[in-house]
């Protein structure tokens, strides 16, 4: 997972892209990198390891002039973890280095396209599927088309996921894939009125959540297969749309993305709420009391304990405490660095659980890794009873569309029963969101939602890989205890 800014013709756009990427760490903390266009034409950047603050300081916020700018966090799903895999890429063409690209998304034809330019002589630096698009377009433009015109046939050879701001020469182009897998917002950092707003000071960020920090008005989605052009002086221009089915990501709402963004029409919080109301609805078995407590694993699953707690009537109780200062557990390489991480990144509140039944929420689960060594403290801290609920259906597929997933051999739902998941976990019980449920949770709109990595619905299934039509069907769940 990643996440992308860009602003267009606003005084001190270095600073603005890294104060929307700081709004948005959260979508990637490995690396990142910001570019602009200096009042030449140069385009310049900088990048490196490590968190905005630290890489993007104010020294290199100076340093990138101009009112044009894009920039990137970056979390590896694809590539090694090197920072020539970060981002801006830098594009030379034969007029200099005018063009610039940022990227959120993984390609599932990356190999297959590589290889036809690697053929034709183009060179890569990095193993990214930024700079693919990046060279892509270049070699098309080259050729003759127009640059609108070889970003649409860019658009519609790749097949994946990929929202992408492009700087080229005076101009800023925001496109996102056809299907719309990762989301995409434009806001302006003055227009209040109603209409089309100018050009400039338009800012766009993978989540609205970043519009704030800069003091910029959400204004819309970038729609799944549109191009739109940023120029001086010019109207906002969408010169190009060509949608698909829309695949908006399912887990962006469950786990990725902060609960104040709104993404495809839906607000994050609320829809996660709404999952812990459906959780709780069925959960009718399981008996309200002044000793039931429901606990989220926090952070990401605050909003889906508060919707299940709201919805039964229940005490929501914040047992857990986290430490912020622990990077991502879940990439750790080994079974044993994963287990500490974890470890080091929650602590249970003293003298909370004695007596309680405990309701404990997460988002998801992949591995178990995180609940099997969070059960046991919980029940090493006092809990009489620990009932695991989980706010999104069983784990069964990666994602291929750059959430990290891992293989389907390590996703803990290919390898054991739910009774054995249970008594693996150590819970009393057990239960998951089904596939069908988003129908409620999402009414009028599950289909435009990907959930592959629930149901094997793969709409670019990679060759030899089981999907929903021939794998065995996914079927409602009752919770195990
Ligand atoms: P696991 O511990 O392997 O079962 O992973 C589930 C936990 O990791 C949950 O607490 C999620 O919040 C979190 N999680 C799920 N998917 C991802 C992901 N792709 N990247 C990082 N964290 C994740």
């Not at 000793?291 to 699953?301: F, I, K, Q, T």
Request: glycine share 12%.
């Amino acid at each position: 997972m990643c996440g992308i800014a860009g602003v267009f013709e606003a005084e001190g756009a270095a600073g603005l892209i890294a104060s929307i990427l700081f709004a948005i760490q959260h979508r990637g903390q490995e690396s990142c990198g910001a570019a602009a266009r200096e009042a030449g034409g140069r385009i310049v950047g900088h990048k490196g390891m490590g968190l905005v603050k630290q890489v993007l300081d104010e020294e290199v916020q100076a340093r990138l002039s101009g009112a044009t700018a894009i920039g990137h966090v970056r979390y590896p799903t694809a590539g090694c973890s090197d920072v020539v895999n970060a981002q801006p890429h830098l594009i030379e063409l034969a007029e200099g280095p005018i063009m610039a690209i940022s990227s959120n998304g993984d390609l599932i034809n990356y190999g297959e396209v590589r290889g036809r330019l690697e053929r034709e002589g183009v060179v890569f630096k990095s193993d990214n599927d930024a700079e693919l698009i990046g060279r892509l377009i270049a070699m098309y433009h080259v050729r003759g088309l127009d640059i609108e015109a070889a970003i649409a046939r860019v658009q519609s050879e790749l097949k994946g996921a990929f929202s992408t701001v492009l700087m080229y020469r005076d101009r800023l182009y925001a496109f996102r894939d056809p299907h719309g897998f990762r989301p995409m917002v434009m806001g302006h950092l003055t227009h209040e009125g109603e209409g089309e707003p100018p050009s400039e000071g338009i800012v766009f960020s993978s989540e609205s959540c970043g519009f704030g920090i800069v003091g910029a008005r959400l204004l819309r989605e970038v729609l799944p297969g549109q191009i739109l052009r940023l120029e001086k002086g010019q109207p906002l221009r969408s010169v190009w749309h060509a949608p698909l089915q829309p695949r908006h990501c399912v887990f962006e709402l469950i786990y990725f993305s902060r609960p104040d963004s709104s993404h495809f029409g839906e607000s994050v919080y609320q829809t996660r709420q709404r999952i812990g109301a459906c959780m709780a609805a069925k959960d009718g078995a399981l008996a309200n009391g002044d000793d039931l407590v429901v606990m989220p694993v926090p952070d990401s699953s605050n909003f889906i304990a508060l919707g299940y707690a709201k919805a039964k009537g229940a005490e929501f109780g914040m047992g857990l405490l986290r430490n912020h200062y622990v990077g991502r557990t879940f990439i750790k390489p080994t079974q044993a660095s994963r287990d500490e991480g974890v470890k080091q990144k929650f602590n249970p509140l003293p003298d909370f659980f004695p007596g309680k039944r405990v309701v404990l929420i997460d988002d998801s689960i992949v591995r178990g890794t995180s609940l099997r060594k969070l059960v046991r403290m919980v029940r090493q801290a006092g809990a009489k009873e620990i009932h695991v609920r989980i706010g999104s259906p069983k784990v069964i597929g990666p994602c291929f569309y750059g959430i990290d997933t891992p293989t389907r051999e390590e996703l803990i739902a290919n390898r054991m029963s739910e009774a054995e998941i249970r008594d693996y976990l150590g819970a009393d019980s057990l239960s998951w969101l089904d596939v069908v449920d988003f129908e409620a949770i999402l009414p009028g709109r599950r289909q435009g939602f990907c959930t592959a990595c629930f149901d094997l619905d793969y709409i670019y299934p990679p060759e030899g890989f089981a999907t929903k039509t021939n794998a065995p069907a996914a079927r409602e769940t009752q919770p195990v205890g």
